[in-house]
């Protein structure tokens, strides 16, 4: 039985929106329409965004995902690309954890530098506002040992930001 958009979002948990970027992306076929051009989709169609969805929460980006879906469609080469693929997400997990306990770190010295009592004098607004680096930035020579220039050419230089 086909399915309007509206039903498949409800199916397929993702948002009307989303469905039509994915189309617009390739990453669905175009599908059918009616003469009142409604699109119309079918189960297949369904599978395929609990596909797309998975990958995403995998932390997958677009093009990786076009390339699986090629794949999936048409698997004619070994699988060892996909094995690559999910290591070197693994390793960027990785790298964003290690980032994460560095801030952690530079969190926890900030906050050691304030009591929390001070009307006037906090020590963390000090910190922020002179520029006094925690040991353990200075331990890592990272970026936020540099106050105040790397905090102005990087606002979250610790953010763990992935570019899709």
């Given at each position: 039985m086909p399915l309007k958009i509206g039903e498949?979002?409800?199916?397929?948990?993702?948002?009307?929106?989303?469905?039509?970027?994915?189309?617009?992306?390739?990453?669905?076929?175009?599908?059918?329409?009616?003469?009142?051009?409604?699109?119309?989709?079918?189960?297949?169609?369904?599978?395929?965004?609990?596909?797309?969805?998975?990958?995403?929460?995998?932390?997958?980006?677009?093009?990786?995902?076009?390339?699986?879906?090629?794949?999936?469609?048409?698997?004619?080469?070994?699988?060892?690309?996909?094995?690559?693929?999910?290591?070197?997400?693994?390793?960027?997990?990785?790298?964003?954890?290690?980032?994460?306990?560095?801030?952690?770190?530079?969190?926890?010295?900030?906050?050691?530098?304030?009591?929390?009592?001070?009307?006037?004098?906090?020590?963390?607004?000090?910190?922020?506002?002179?520029?006094?680096?925690?040991?353990?930035?200075?331990?890592?020579?990272?970026?936020?040992?540099?106050?105040?220039a790397a905090q102005a050419k990087s606002p979250?230089?610790?953010?763990?930001?992935?570019?899709?």
């Amino acid at each position: 039985m086909p399915l309007k958009i509206g039903e498949l979002a409800k199916r397929s948990g993702c948002q009307v929106v989303t469905i039509r970027y994915y189309e617009k992306e390739g990453l669905l076929p175009p599908p059918e329409r009616t003469d009142s051009n409604y699109r119309l989709y079918g189960d297949d169609d369904v599978e395929r965004l609990h596909f797309i969805r998975r990958c995403r929460l995998h932390g997958m980006n677009l093009a990786e995902i076009r390339k699986l879906l090629s794949f999936k469609d048409h698997p004619s080469v070994s699988c060892a690309w996909v094995n690559e693929l999910v290591d070197r997400h693994i390793a960027d997990v990785e790298q964003q954890i290690a980032s994460l306990q560095h801030l952690k770190k530079h969190l926890e010295a900030l906050r050691r530098t304030c009591a929390g009592d001070h009307v006037q004098g906090c020590g963390i607004i000090d910190s922020l506002n002179h520029g006094n680096p925690c040991a353990c930035c200075e331990e890592a020579h990272c970026a936020l040992n540099e106050y105040p220039a790397a905090q102005a050419k990087s606002p979250a230089p610790h953010s763990g930001d992935h570019a899709e």
